[in-house]
T-cell receptor
C-alpha cells in the first residue's frame, strides 16, 4: 500500500514567491496533519484536519500560511509570500481514528533565498 | 501543559553495545498515547511503537525494547546489540485525546541523535 505522498520533495524559491506544498494521505485515513521541522524549534504542528475539517490551526505561524483539504485524498499548504525564515522541512502525516498512529510522508525540504 | 523531554541530545556508542534513550513526559490527561519515531539520515520519520496510558507492559521487538513507567512518567527505549544502521535521530512523542474523543496532535521531544560506530 502507498504511504503518505508529498510533493515536491525539494523546493527552492526566492523571497516573496508563493509556495504550495501538496499531500496525499493514506487511503482510508480521516485525520491529516502538517508539521514543520527546524533546527531551532524541532518538530511542531502547524494544522490538522479531521474528516477534511480544520480542527486546530493554532500552530500556523501567521497569515502568510494557509492550508486546505478539499477532499479526503488531498491537502495543500500554501505560503504567500515566502520568507527566508520559512526554510524548513515540512511533513504531512495521516492517521485513522481507529489506529491512532500518525504515519509521515517523506517531507518537503523548502529553501527560501 | 503537555511536554516531552529527551535529555540526551547526542549519544555515541560502538557497535554491539546496548543503548537506552530516555523520554520523560508531562500531561494532565489520564488517557494518552506515547510514541517513538526514528529519523535516519535520509530524513523520513519512521514509526516504531505506540503505547496507550492504560498499558504498562514492556514491549520487545527484536533488538528493540520499551519500558513504560507511569509512576515516573517515563517511556524509555533500549536498543540491544546496536548496529551502524541504528544511527539516526530518535523522537519520543505524546498524544492526548482532545475533547470529543478524536486524536490530538503529537507533541514531540527534541530528539536524541544516536551514532553507532563500527
Amino acid at each position: 500500500d502507498a504511504g503518505v505522498i508529498q510533493s515536491p520533495r525539494h523546493e527552492v524559491t526566492e523571497m516573496g514567491q508563493e509556495v504550495t506544498l501538496r499531500c496525499k494521505p493514506i487511503s482510508g485515513h480521516n485525520s491529516l496533519f502538517w508539521y514543520r521541522q527546524t533546527m531551532m524549534r524541532g518538530l511542531e504542528l502547524l494544522i490538522y484536519f479531521n474528516n477534511n475539517v480544520p480542527i486546530d490551526d493554532s500552530g500556523m505561524p501567521e497569515d502568510r500560511f494557509s492550508a486546505k483539504m478539499p477532499n479526503a485524498s488531498f491537502s495543500t499548504l500554501k505560503i504567500q509570500p515566502s520568507e527566508p525564515r520559512d526554510s524548513a522541512v515540512y511533513f504531512c502525516a495521516s492517521s485513522s481514528s481507529y489506529q491512532e498512529t500518525q504515519y509521515f510522508g517523506p517531507g518537503t525540504r523548502l529553501l527560501v533565498l | 501543559a503537555q511536554k516531552v523531554t529527551q535529555a540526551q541530545t547526542e549519544i555515541s556508542v560502538v557497535e554491539k553495545e546496548d543503548v537506552t534513550l530516555d523520554c520523560v513526559y508531562e500531561t494532565r490527561d489520564t488517557t494518552y498515547y506515547l510514541f517513538w519515531y526514528k529519523q535516519p539520515p535520509s530524513g523520513e520519520l519512521v514509526f516504531l511503537i505506540r503505547r496507550n496510558s492504560f498499558d504498562e507492559q514492556n514491549e520487545i521487538s527484536g533488538r528493540y525494547s520499551w519500558n513504560f513507567q507511569k509512576s515516573t512518567s517515563s517511556f524509555n527505549f533500549t536498543i540491544t546489540a546496536s548496529q551502524v544502521v541504528d544511527s539516526a535521530v530518535y523522537f519520543c512523542a505524546l498524544s492526548e485525546r482532545n475533547y470529543g474523543g478524536s486524536q490530538g496532535n503529537l507533541i514531540f521531544g527534541k530528539g536524541t541523535k544516536l551514532s553507532v560506530k563500527p
